[in-house]
T-cell receptor, first 110, second 115 residues
Framework: SQQGEEDPQALSIQEGENATMNCSYKTSINNLQWYRQNSGRGLVHLILIRSNEREKHSGRLRVTLDTSKKSSSLLITASRAADTASYFCAQAGNNRKLIWGLGTSLAVNP | GAGVSQSPSNKVTEKGKDVELRCDPISGHTALYWYRQSLGQGLEFLIYFQGNSAPDKSGLPSDRFSAERTGGSVSTLTIQRTQQEDSAVYLC?????????????FGPGTRLTVL
């Protein structure tokens, strides 16, 4: 299977703490994307990092990519209760089909 | 509307019946995707439409599944002779041009339950 893997499967932290999620993939990529899914807003695109980039920031989000290890991490700083959701990485090759990981379930406790 | 819409939001059907799921993409988006998400799982690609090109059907799990996109806009996913393993949330997404770096915008999904 080409499906990527994410760890941890579940993460529970307190508000204000940082949350780090990791994603590993198996095939070469054009880019890797992170999405958030919760019951309120559905599946939402967060950030895209291209294969020639190593780090990218967007607000409280920081994404890194290590193509030699075929891995990526998503860091959420100063977490809030509203960050509670499932986070998915999706690897994009050149064929327009995204291959999705199984997700990390994040709970941010007030 | 401003986003991708899907209908119905929930569908309960009996094994063996046919179902149709509808997706209205964002106006102007030429690419449309269907995915399936089983409980606690990531998304499984089903089919991709881009403009007038032949759709990429490589993710359809069986010949009971089909999809069409009329007029380059609305899409319908049809599942014939539904089975219990078809129970899942079916998600539709659209993007501007279907480029590999395009952001995909997702609808709220249709939760299908096959009894």
């Amino acid at each position: 299977s080409q499906q990527g893997e994410e760890d941890p499967q579940a993460l529970s932290i307190q508000e204000g703490e940082n949350a780090t999620m990791n994603c590993s993939y198996k095939t070469s990529i054009n880019n890797l994307q992170w999405y958030r899914q919760n019951s309120g807003r559905g599946l939402v695109h967060l950030i895209l990092i291209r294969s020639n980039e190593r780090e990218k920031h967007s607000g409280r989000l920081r994404v890194t990519l290590d193509t030699s290890k075929k891995s990526s991490s998503l860091l959420i700083t100063a977490s809030r209760a509203a960050d509670t959701a499932s986070y998915f990485c999706a690897q994009a090759g050149n064929n327009r089909k995204l291959i999705w990981g199984l997700g990390t379930s994040l709970a941010v406790n007030p | 509307g401003a986003g991708v819409s899907q209908s119905p939001s929930n569908k309960v059907t009996e094994k063996g019946k046919d179902v149709e799921l509808r997706c209205d993409p964002i106006s102007g988006h030429t690419a449309l995707y269907w995915y399936r998400q089983s409980l606690g799982q990531g998304l499984e690609f089903l089919i991709y439409f881009q403009g007038n090109s032949a759709p990429d059907k490589s993710g359809l799990p069986s010949d009971r599944f089909s999809a069409e996109r009329t007029g380059g806009s609305v899409s319908t996913l049809t599942i014939q002779r539904t089975q219990q393993e078809d129970s899942a949330v079916y998600l539709c997404a659209s993007s501007w041009s279907g480029g590999v770096t395009d952001t995909q915008y997702f609808g709220p999904g249709t939760r299908l339950t096959v009894l």
